[in-house]
């Protein structure tokens, strides 16, 4: 009969990590109700304090001699997690357990079944049990008074935990010879274990890759902690009991730091505002910890705001910012690990945890170090900062953009203003010239560009607008078979993603409308315009300029830098990620806009090459502008998502019916000399 791999995993380590033990414990009973591994294994805690593991003692043995006539020596298992703080533990008996391969005695049984385990992975052709090493950074508490034995205890036990980790780098260089897993808390820990251990398993299950070959469990493993709760997990008004403690989350990190002080001082007052959560962090936090043997010795004395009442000052302070303290206590622990660590992006918050951070920073003004501030920058800024570099390849730049979307993209340029229109950043084109497009001569004026194709959001407000598609006035002078033309869906919707899916006569009436808002509201003499200096405000004569697509000519020459004449926005072309071409490989979609700013144009445009290829207002076959003729095609320029670089050069031309809509087609406006467009053909 085939059987299931019954894996065993060791647990050791001193006794001032009572609280992970037993977390490692829960998390280790709970995969076997993990669909990945129900029916394919089993999985037991080895650990000698566990109900169904328990070891007898007896006086005529050492208890690393009881331990091992109980259990399975480490080296005969399959994994071994060792968890170390402040305590290596009591050394061994050398006449019971003998030297170290160098010839002094073990540290402590942590140490020998450590080594056991090593040497056991050593001999096996598997090279198993494989061994996880797990290390509390935070500092442990030590003896308070003048105790001096007890404080010389609490400095020998630190330096065996320093020698035992002394041979995990070389002491020359500095580089790891060995792994270490490092957490600041119970609650860390947890997070950590949790997917190391499912990760574990599943290593271990690819080595069993015949499981017919595996023995039968002799025992099932301890009962799987699951949480027995009848009617609501909410209690109302009243705190949590003790009674409540499986139902209670989200306080480890107080809970932890609350066992830490009351192991050096014999009564504390956890004091807060009324309703605040003091009892319920107490009873269903700190008394179960207890209970499990977090402490030698169990002593708490609660003080309840009542005490406080005479002290009017005391408690309007209390109301008012003691939640705020305590996340900024926990903002300095967090930014601290984080630095520890070497600034892992991982660890830093996301916008939604930062959010409450950012209002108690306004309330309270608390002095903060670099470190600090660095650590809660904005998610958004770190996003548009890690785009500046080159590095950021091009999956990585969607998901950004998504993100953006997702927490709120800061951008100006890509949005409506208060008034329900789309605000656009202006860019100069400068200086004026001529150019060339096959044998013909076109003379350029300076204009402005917008700095992003159309957006989303931007080409919705049209569409949504009162005034907007539905208004006859835009479409009177297209051709009747196209006029208020049916809007395809957009193939991205996000609202930092260009309009895509847009016909040549619905962007001639968004620009058409557009023009006209514009107007409406004097956005002509209030013209503000983007520049390498800053931002300036001009006066613009409307009876001059003109909203509108660009022309073939205007485009080129924005996108070339005038006479500079670039084979690209940005130069040429390199393998850096500059622009989301074909190359890039995620041609299904467009990214957002502006997620390429090492690709810009000098004026300051994006996405002046790839993402969408971008409509021109003029013809393709004889550059006439003055048409709305169904039959000759129009101009496009600057290639798309799902072309390669070929079609992104400043001086590659393309071309599309202007009935047409396409998923790789949006638009960019310009604010330019006043063009008209007269009635073709119908």
Known sequence: MRTIPHIRIFLSSPNDVT???????????????????????????????APASRVLMPVA??????????????????????ILWGRMGTPLDVTAHGLKPDGTPYLSGTEWEYLDARKGAAQHPDKLPIVLVYRRTDTPPHPTGD?????????????????????????????YRANVNEYSSPDDFRAQFTQDARLLVKELLELYSAPDTVPAPEAFPEARP????????????????????????GRGTETADLIKRLSQQQIMFVIGASGSGKSSLVSAGVIPMLKRGALADERVEVAHEAVFRSWERLTTWI?????????????????????????????????????????????????MTPCERAFIEPEAERLLHELDSLATAHQRRRDIGERLATIGDPRTGIGVNANGLPQIDWMAVTPEGDLDIRGSRFPIKPFYVARYLITFPQFEAFLMAPDGFEDERWWKHLPAAYSKHKMAT?????????????????????????????????????????THNGTSALGLNPRHWQIRLPTEWEWQWMAQNGTEARKYPWGAWDDQPRANTSEAGIAERSTAVGMYPAGQAACGALDVAGNLAEWCLNSYEDFEVATVDPKKQRSVRGGALNYFRNRAATDHRGRFTPGDSHVGIGLRVVMAALLGIAKGKQ
């Open 490 to 530: 957009a193939a991205a919707q996000y609202p930092n993603t260009p309009r895509d899916t847009v016909s040549w006569y619905q962007a001639v009436a968004f620009t058409a409308w557009l023009d006209f808002k514009i107007r409406e509201i004097g956005g002509f003499s209030r013209f503000v315009v983007e």
């Open 319 to 367: 109301a008012e910012a003691q939640e705020d303290l305590i996340l900024l206590r926990q903002v300095r622990a967090a930014a601290d690990e984080w630095d520890r660590k070497g600034r892992p992006n991982f660890l830093r918050w996301q916008s939604e945890r930062l959010k409450p951070v950012t209002d108690m920073i306004a309330r309270q003004q608390p002095s």
């Open 61 to 82: 043995l050492t208890p690393q001699q009881a331990i091992d006539r109980k259990l399975a020596r480490p080296s005969e298992t399959d994994a071994v997690i060792v």
């Open 19 to 49: 609280a992970e033990r037993v977390i490692a414990r829960e998390v280790l009973a709970a995969l076997n109700d993990d669909p990945f591994i129900t029916s394919r294994a089993t999985v037991e805690a080895l650990a000698w304090e």
């Open 226 to 249: 699951k949480i027995q709760w009848t009617g609501s997990p909410f209690p109302g008004l009243r705190a949590f009991s003790e009674d409540d403690e499986p139902i209670f989350f």
């Open 147 to 175: 105790d001096l034995d007890a404080l010389s205890e609490w400095v020998t036990q630190r330096k065996r935990v320093q020698a035992f980790f002394k041979p995990f780098r070389d002491s020359v260089t500095g580089a």
